[in-house]
C-alpha cells in the first residue's frame, strides 16, 4: 500500500469537506465527483487520472437528487478515494489504464456504503432534535443552534471517517488485484479486466434505460447488435 500518513490526511479531510458539501454545509458542488476525484488526484500528484474516473463517476451520479427524505448513493467520500485508487499507482511499472476501472468500480460501491451512513446520519439528527423538542417548540435560538451545530460536526467526522476507511481498506485490495493483471498476460487476467470494464458500462447504461417503457426489449436489442457486429468485424 503507497500511502504516507500526510497524504491519508489530506485525503481524509477533503472526504470529510465534501461529504459536508454534499448536504449539510455549503452545497458548493464540491462533492460532486469531477471535483472531489479531481482534487483527490492532485493531492496524489496525478491529476490527470483523478479527472478521467471524476468524469466517469459524475455520469453515474447525474441523476442523484440529494433532497428530501430521498435515500441516494454519496458521492463526495466515495470520489476522494476513487481518485486517489486511481492516482495512487502500486509502482510506476504497473501503472496504467487498467486501475480507471477499478477505481469507478470502487467508487460506485463506496458510495452506495456512504448512502447508508447518511441514513444513520439522519437518524443521530433526530435523536439530537428530539432532546431538545421543549426547546426548539419555544422558539430558543441558543437551541437552534446547538441542533445545527451538532449535525454539522458530527457529519464532518463522519464523512472524513468513512473517506479513511474506504482508502485504507481498498488500496491494498487494489495493490494485489493491479499486480495479479500487470504480472499476467493470460486470459484469466484480460478476462477480469474486460468483465470489470464491463460491469461499470453494463450500471451505466442501466442508469440511463431502467425507466424507459420496455427497456429490456431495447436493451437485449442493443446487446444483440453489439454482439453481431463484434463476431462479424
Known amino acids: 500500500m503507497n500511502i504516507s500518513v500526510g497524504t491519508l490526511t489530506l485525503l481524509t479531510m477533503l472526504g470529510a469537506a465534501v461529504g459536508l458539501d454534499f448536504v449539510s454545509f455549503p452545497q458548493a458542488m464540491l462533492s460532486r465527483p469531477l471535483v472531489a476525484a479531481t482534487l483527490a488526484g492532485a493531492l496524489c500528484g ?28 454519496e458521492w463526495g467520500p466515495a470520489s476522494v478515494a476513487a481518485g486517489a485508487l486511481a492516482s495512487l499507482s502500486p509502482d510506476a511499472a ?31 439528527n433526530l ?3 428530539g432532546r431538545y423538542r421543549d426547546e426548539l417548540v ?27 476507511i474506504f482508502v485504507l ?15 499476467s498476460t493470460g486470459p484469466a487476467a484480460v478476462g477480469l479486466t474486460g468483465a470489470i470494464a464491463v ?21 437485449l436489442a442493443g446487446l444483440a447488435g453489439g454482439t453481431m457486429l463484434a463476431a462479424f468485424r
Open 199 to 219: 460491469g461499470v458500462a453494463g450500471g451505466a447504461i442501466w442508469k440511463v434505460v431502467h425507466t424507459t417503457k420496455g427497456y429490456q426489449w431495447w436493451l
Open 169 to 183: 481498506a481498498l488500496l491494498p485490495a487494489r495493490d494485489l488485484l493491479s499486480s495479479w493483471l500487470h504480472g
Open 94 to 124: 504497473s501503472s496504467g489504464p487498467h486501475l480507471v476501472p477499478i477505481a469507478v468500480l470502487a467508487g460506485l460501491g463506496c458510495a452506495f456504503v456512504g448512502g447508508q451512513t447518511l441514513v444513520w446520519l439522519r437518524k443521530f
Open 46 to 73: 496525478d491529476v490527470a487520472s483523478g479527472l478521467l474516473v471524476g468524469v466517469l463517476l459524475e455520469c453515474f451520479a447525474l441523476e442523484t437528487m440529494p433532497f428530501g427524505a430521498s435515500r441516494y448513493p
Open 138 to 164: 419555544a422558539g430558543d435560538s441558543a437551541a437552534v443552534v446547538a441542533v445545527q451545530w451538532t449535525g454539522i460536526i458530527v457529519d464532518f467526522g463522519r464523512a472524513g471517517a468513512v473517506t479513511a
Open 127 to 129: 435523536s439530537v432534535a
